[in-house]
């Protein structure tokens, strides 16, 4: 959840293999074709084609309508692009977008643009802003160095808040409370942000799948770029690495993963980027933690700090390795001393069968030991 929310999702340069649909119900595997809306001449036959084939029926020298005197008729797809890209901007819901796209391969690659930009604004949507864990003893006035301007500050110290509170079988409100950075927290303050892009795409899939009154092959064709995986948009052939926007300091995947083979672009299983800023943002007032780790982790030096994850590849690229600091030895040595403080020695060997019994794991998200 939280590494979802701090990756910066990577466009899909080429649309992946789809299957081609067929009425019969047979079907083949070929590569989708990379057009784009400035690849495509605006003057030529837009058929309705499944990445390059003719459907079934069609035929290859079908004659397009003329009007009177001779002239070819002018269809939508006949359009200029410009015009094309500005009824794709006005259309209000995605759906539409994805049924209009389907009417071509030339509308296809207008409707594709808008479906990549909807989808990956799931993603990193906590990408560079201030985050912090904050524990419910903080005490009014005790903020991350650097969180808030002055300015703020001044403003914080003079709001109060009705604040409500669920407590177990207990419901209650406290009236005009001093406002700390717990109450920011709350539900009735804060919203919960949701990371949903799978669960939504198979939505916007079902939705335009029942518009259909008959099984349509290009709609099939084109099922995994409506239905994605988050893989798509976080590919896992890449390196990733967790960055600290503040301080610019960076930490490479590879340090923190229990294994090598746990490394799944940024998402790592068992022990990952969410466990490494976790360990170091959280805030309280309060020493009190539970733990029998020694370091003061309610004091997280990362508290308040503002973080990204993101592709080597992209970061060597806007900062050419200019000024930022591999801290990656650090975090996963802080990170180890905690568990190994709490489950001893050797619980890097043995997390992988906790990780496999977690209550909220998918069915078949399991890990080879």
């Not at 927290?185 to 949701?194: R, V």
């Not at 990733?240 to 960076?250: A, D, G, P, V, Y």
Request: charged share 25%.
């Amino acid at each position: 959840m939280l590494v979802h929310l701090l990756a910066v999702p990577v466009r899909p340069q080429t649309p992946p293999s789809i299957p081609a649909g067929s009425r019969n119900g047979r079907r083949g595997t070929q590569t989708a074709t990379g057009d784009s809306p400035q690849d495509i001449s605006t003057g030529g036959q837009a058929e309705r084609k499944v990445d390059g084939e003719a459907l079934a029926g069609s035929s290859r020298h079908h004659k397009r309508p003329k009007l009177h005197g001779g002239n070819d008729a002018l269809t939508f797809s006949h359009l200029p692009s410009d015009v094309h890209r500005l009824v794709f901007d006005h259309i209000e819901f995605i759906e539409d977008v994805v049924c209009l796209g389907l009417a071509s391969r030339h509308l296809w690659a207008f409707a594709r643009l808008h479906i990549h930009a909807y989808y990956m604004s799931f993603l990193g949507r906590w990408a560079g802003e201030n985050i912090v864990c904050v524990g419910e003893d903080v005490e009014r006035g005790d903020y991350p160095p650097g969180m808030f301007s002055a300015e703020e500050l001044d403003t914080l110290q003079q709001t109060t808040t009705n604040a409500y509170f669920d407590d177990d079988c207990i419901k209650y409100t406290m009236c005009n409370q001093p406002i700390t950075l717990y109450h920011f927290a709350l539900p009735s303050i804060s919203d919960m942000e949701k990371v949903e892009l799978e669960k939504e795409s198979l939505r916007i899939y079902s939705h335009c799948e029942n518009r259909a009154k008959l099984e349509d092959p290009a709609f099939m064709a084109r099922r995994s770029e409506i239905a994605v995986r988050y893989s798509t948009y976080l590919p896992r052939d890449q390196l990733w690495i967790l960055r600290n926007l503040t301080t610019k300091e960076f930490v490479r995947s590879e340090a923190i993963a229990v294994k090598p083979r746990y490394i799944h672009g940024p998402d790592i299983q068992v022990l990952g980027f969410g466990e490494g800023v976790l360990s170091r943002i959280c805030w309280s007032t309060s020493s009190s933690t539970g733990l029998h780790h020694t370091t003061n982790i309610s004091r997280g030096v990362w508290a308040g700090h503002r973080f990204d994850i993101t592709t080597l590849a992209r970061h060597e690229d806007d900062t050419k390795g200019v000024g930022w600091t591999d801290v990656s030895d650090e975090v996963a040595r802080e990170i180890a001393d905690i568990w190994e403080c709490e489950y001893g020695a050797h619980i890097r060997d043995e997390l992988w069968y906790w990780y496999q019994r977690r209550p909220n794991r998918g069915y078949f998200d399991t890990i080879p030991p």
